[in-house]
């Protein structure tokens, strides 16, 4: 079985990983770095950036993942800054925000980088939804998951999803596509 140093101390990234590489025979060992990480418009920049962070810090090939988050009414609003905006907001911020918008479709965009130290490859995957008209399910962390219903999520908003427990949390993960899908195509070709 082979082994991947993945960046990160976000518990749903790790469980994200840990799923779909398990059925690739790949193990995914989280490592917590503190990555100073660069703020931008670029999200592909800001991960190859972060992955290069994490390969100096640990000395060895690492995956690191970022998300943005587009709202397309909102000119993209928030992009890299989901995580601040999180902090600042409620559900009923987000809902205010969108208050008499059409267009309520929302993209999620995951962002994965590997580098070995000189090569990096950064795997994209899109999930598109949309924000409902009011807030369903738990979730301080994250006041978006609960006016974010994605496309693949049968209906229910991403807080309501994680409240139905590990095994549809699971589920979930090995059946939408992902990031880490095409992370796995690519590095079972180069071992």
Same mark, same amino acid.
């Given at each position: 079985?082979?082994?991947?140093?993945?960046a990160t101390s976000n518990q749903d990234k790790?469980?994200?990983?840990?799923?779909?590489?398990?059925? &690739?025979?790949?193990?995914?060992?989280?490592?917590?770095?503190?990555?100073?990480?660069?703020?931008?418009?670029?999200?592909?920049?800001?991960?190859?950036?972060?992955?290069?962070?994490? #390969?100096?810090?640990?000395?060895?090939?690492?995956?690191?993942? +970022?998300?943005?988050?587009?709202?397309? &009414?909102?000119?993209?609003?928030?992009?890299? /800054?989901?995580?601040?905006?999180? /902090?600042?907001?409620?559900?009923?911020?987000?809902?205010?925000?969108?208050?008499?918008?059409?267009?309520?479709?929302?993209?999620?965009?995951? #962002?994965? &980088? /590997?580098? +070995?130290?000189?090569?990096?490859?950064?795997?994209?995957?899109?999930?598109?939804?949309?924000?409902?008209?009011?807030?369903r399910g738990s979730n301080e962390k994250s006041?978006?998951?609960?006016?974010?219903?994605l496309d693949s999520d049968n209906g229910k908003?991403?807080?309501?999803?994680?409240?139905?427990?590990?095994? &549809?949390?699971?589920?979930? #993960?090995?059946?939408?596509?992902?990031?880490?899908?095409?992370?796995?195509?690519? #590095?079972?070709?180069?071992?």
């Amino acid at each position: 079985m082979n082994t991947i140093y993945f960046a990160t101390s976000n518990q749903d990234k790790i469980q994200i990983a840990q799923t779909i590489c398990q059925e &690739a025979n790949i193990t995914v060992k989280p490592v917590k770095l503190d990555i100073d990480e660069i703020q931008g418009e670029d999200p592909e920049v800001i991960v190859r950036d972060k992955s290069q962070r994490a #390969y100096e810090q640990l000395g060895m090939p690492v995956v690191v993942s +970022d998300d943005t988050w587009d709202i397309p &009414a909102l000119k993209g609003f928030p992009g890299a /800054y989901m995580k601040s905006i999180n /902090y600042w907001f409620t559900p009923d911020d987000f809902l205010r925000l969108m208050d008499g918008v059409e267009n309520r479709r929302i993209i999620l965009h995951q #962002y994965l &980088a /590997y580098t +070995d130290g000189s090569v990096t490859e950064v795997f994209r995957n899109d999930i598109s939804g949309r924000i409902i008209n009011e807030a369903r399910g738990s979730n301080e962390k994250s006041p978006n998951t609960t006016v974010t219903v994605l496309d693949s999520d049968n209906g229910k908003t991403i807080a309501e999803v994680f409240e139905q427990g590990e095994e &549809a949390v699971v589920a979930r #993960y090995k059946n939408r596509p992902d990031a880490w899908h095409g992370f796995i195509e690519w #590095y079972k070709n180069i071992q």
